[in-house]
């Protein structure tokens, strides 16, 4: 089986500081609004009036943070009609701005809002895993800036070996859909996959 390189997330240690973001941003130098990592806050639970307080009930909050996921089956890869998203023999996923049209398909393919319209230059972007840098033998931007190291990368199976097959959480979506090349941390409050009592917190 060839190579397919990967993110694992720690949920327990990220602490939605959105480093990762900014270093992101810098190292890419994103106008504003594009944004190819993300940090998302999900919380839920209510507080019930019980006398003169109020007790929690199943009250939770956790930060995910997601960017491409270099799937393995990259729909943003079949619905390009100019060929400018491929799937490299690394399993990473990149697209050649020159050949883009910004037709926007893969935009709206994407379970995961991974490629990004770049309205200045009228073409879609998206991560391409710092590519440049892993091949200088250094870490993608995103994962040398986490102060938490709630971050790593590496080839999917060795991560999974390390860190477990977690590979679905509330609120991403089904992984059956693309199969991300995704292992997740489980914080001690995450919910499944297919949970729907959450809400995204921090949107904008």
């Given at each position: 089986?060839?190579?397919?390189?990967?993110?694992?997330?720690?949920?327990?240690?990220?602490?939605?500081?959105?480093?990762?973001?900014?270093?992101?941003?810098?190292?890419?130098?994103?106008?504003?609004?594009?944004?190819?990592?993300?940090?998302?806050?999900?919380?839920?639970?209510?507080?019930?009036?019980?006398?003169?307080?109020?007790?929690?009930?199943?009250?939770?909050?956790?930060?995910?943070?997601?960017?491409?996921?270099?799937?393995?089956?990259?729909?943003?890869?079949?619905?390009?009609?100019?060929?400018?998203?491929?799937?490299?023999?690394?399993?990473?996923?990149?697209?050649?701005?020159?050949?883009?049209?910004?037709?926007?398909?893969?935009?709206?393919?994407?379970?995961?809002?991974?490629?990004?319209?770049?309205?200045?230059?009228?073409?879609?972007?998206?991560?391409?895993?710092?590519?440049?840098?892993?091949?200088?033998?250094?870490?993608?931007?995103?994962?040398?800036?986490?102060?938490?190291?709630?971050?790593?990368?590496?080839?999917?199976?060795?991560?999974?070996?390390?860190?477990?097959?977690?590979?679905?959480?509330?609120?991403?979506?089904?992984?059956?859909?693309?199969?991300?090349?995704?292992?997740?941390?489980?914080?001690?409050?995450?919910?499944s996959a297919h949970y729907r009592g959450g809400q995204l917190k921090n949107i904008d």
């Amino acid at each position: 089986m060839a190579k397919q390189l990967g993110f694992y997330v720690n949920l327990a240690n990220c602490i939605g500081c959105k480093a990762c973001e900014i270093a992101c941003k810098d190292r890419k130098g994103l106008p504003a609004g594009v944004r190819w990592r993300r940090v998302y806050e999900y919380s839920g639970g209510e507080w019930i009036a019980s006398g003169n307080q109020h007790v929690p009930s199943d009250v939770f909050s956790y930060y995910v943070s997601t960017a491409c996921m270099h799937c393995e089956k990259p729909i943003c890869v079949e619905v390009c009609p100019t060929s400018a998203i491929r799937k490299r023999d690394d399993g990473i996923v990149v697209l050649n701005s020159d050949n883009c049209i910004g037709c926007r398909y893969c935009s709206w393919a994407c379970p995961y809002g991974a490629p990004q319209f770049n309205e200045e230059a009228g073409v879609m972007t998206k991560c391409d895993f710092c590519v440049e840098l892993q091949e200088r033998g250094e870490k993608p931007a995103c994962v040398d800036a986490c102060p938490m190291r709630a971050l790593e990368y590496g080839d999917i199976e060795e991560l999974k070996a390390k860190h477990g097959g977690l590979t679905a959480v509330a609120p991403m979506p089904d992984p059956s859909l693309t199969n991300p090349a995704i292992v997740y941390g489980p914080h001690k409050d995450v919910k499944s996959a297919h949970y729907r009592g959450g809400q995204l917190k921090n949107i904008d």
